[in-house]
């Protein structure tokens, strides 16, 4: 492959060999697996292989301490698509320099040294590895993606949630083999536990000279509350999440609080017919940003989720007159939401029974809390909030039907 900066690969040739020269006549040994290789009807086979990537990053202050890694991270400066790299997440407020050392430089070096089975030089793992970084460096396009450990839900399978955005069964060692770090960051029992065997992903492609990474904390933060609202399951995500640029380890984000807390409840299983209905929610919920009445209306519901009485029958209140009442007050959000949720005659009066004791100030069940979900996800499938009052006003004085509810409600309310 034609180079296209002869600079740059000099310059990180330069550190990888000067990190050969100085790991390779450090007194400890370079660690090794021995690894078996069985298949149906033939022999195992076994391999030694060697644990670079440990044995460097423990090195790493070292590294970094060297001329020819501090020349390697100027050069890499001078690049303009190697931004993207000076700004990741690794870390406690990383510098420039410790982003483009984890991401770059010890990758590089790992990786050469993986080919070479340890610390002796071969030029061709090195213009291999580097024929990599330079396609990721300069390529047309960059495969960006996120991934963070989710509970209180699980998938056999892998289902869309939009947006680039899925929910899969989390494969062994996945995380771990980009992210050796990761076995102290995910949640205790996660791939043990039937709700703790999966994951979220968001992927996405990237212009090559982007500089920052996507704000996957508020795309999986829709996704989490989707999810919470589609099946009122006790989701929870994070409490962090890793990200990867062109399946290269880019850096490792905290989670939005609210989404990495988990709720009380009983944990589900997602079906297809719940993730259709989360990612239709994934897409509403932009209409938030401009509708302020119904952000203040969710948060105020996915607040709810974490208090105990007399705050969460408060926080409930606030939701639903933020999200029906207007200036009209509580009273009408209950009638409105009654009208919206009843089927019949006999099921609305039911129901505004049920909300008139939260508009009194009553404490709610956990059965009528559930009430407040369910006119979310109404609302949200409608769009237009304003035009749905005042469709319910007009059915309610009887000048047209009443508003069709949006068929999934019925669904997961039962």
Request: some cysteine; aromatic content about 6%; glycine content about 6%.
């Amino acid at each position: 492959m034609a180079v296209r900066s002869q600079s740059l690969q000099h310059a990180l040739r330069c550190f990888c060999l000067g990190g050969f020269n100085l790991l390779g006549r450090e007194e400890a040994e370079l660690p090794f697996a021995f690894e078996e290789h069985s298949a149906p009807g033939r022999p195992s086979l076994y391999e030694y292989r060697p644990l670079v990537r440990k044995f460097v990053e423990a090195r790493a202050d070292h590294l970094s301490s060297t001329d020819d890694a501090q020349i390697a991270i100027d050069e890499l400066r001078r690049e303009p698509a190697a931004a993207i790299f000076a700004r990741a997440h690794a870390g406690a407020k990383p510098t420039e320099e410790e982003a483009l050392l984890r991401t770059v430089l010890l990758p590089l070096l790992v990786k050469t040294a993986e080919a070479c089975g340890g610390f002796d030089w071969d030029d061709s793992a090195f213009d291999h590895a580097y024929a990599e970084f330079e396609r990721s460096l300069f390529g047309e396009r960059r495969s960006y993606a996120a991934v963070t450990p989710v509970v209180g839900i699980s998938s056999p399978v892998q289902l869309d949630l939009g947006r680039g955005m899925r929910i899969r069964p989390a494969a062994t060692g996945e995380l771990a083999s980009l992210w050796p770090e990761a076995r102290g960051l995910l949640p205790s029992e996660f791939g043990r536990d039937a709700d703790r065997t999966c994951v979220l992903e968001v992927e996405q492609a990237l212009p090559p000279r982007a500089v920052e990474p996507p704000d996957a904390p508020g795309e999986l933060g829709d996704v989490v509350t989707a999810l919470r609202l589609a099946t009122a399951a006790p989701v929870a995500a994070g409490p962090v999440l890793f990200e990867r640029l062109d399946w290269r380890p880019l850096g490792i984000r905290p989670v939005l609080p609210i989404s990495a807390t988990q709720p009380a409840g009983e944990p589900t299983r997602l079906d297809a017919f719940r993730a259709r209905l989360a990612a239709d929610l994934v897409q509403k919920l932009a209409a938030a940003d401009a509708d302020p009445e119904l952000g203040e209306a969710l948060d105020r519901w996915e607040l709810s989720l974490f208090q105990a009485e007399p705050f969460r029958s408060e926080q409930l209140r606030e939701s639903l007159a933020a999200l029906l009442g207007g200036t009209d007050g509580l009273w009408a959000a209950a009638l409105r939401a009654s009208l919206l949720l009843g089927e019949s005659p006999r099921e609305r009066a039911r129901l505004m029974e049920r909300l008139s004791r939260l508009a009194r100030g009553e404490r709610m069940g956990e059965d009528d809390a559930d009430l407040q979900r369910r006119a979310l996800v109404e609302v949200l499938m409608h769009e237009d909030r304003l035009r749905l009052v005042e469709a319910l006003d007009e059915s309610a004085l009887g000048l047209r039907p009443r508003p069709s509810g949006y068929f999934a409600t019925r669904a997961i309310a039962s």
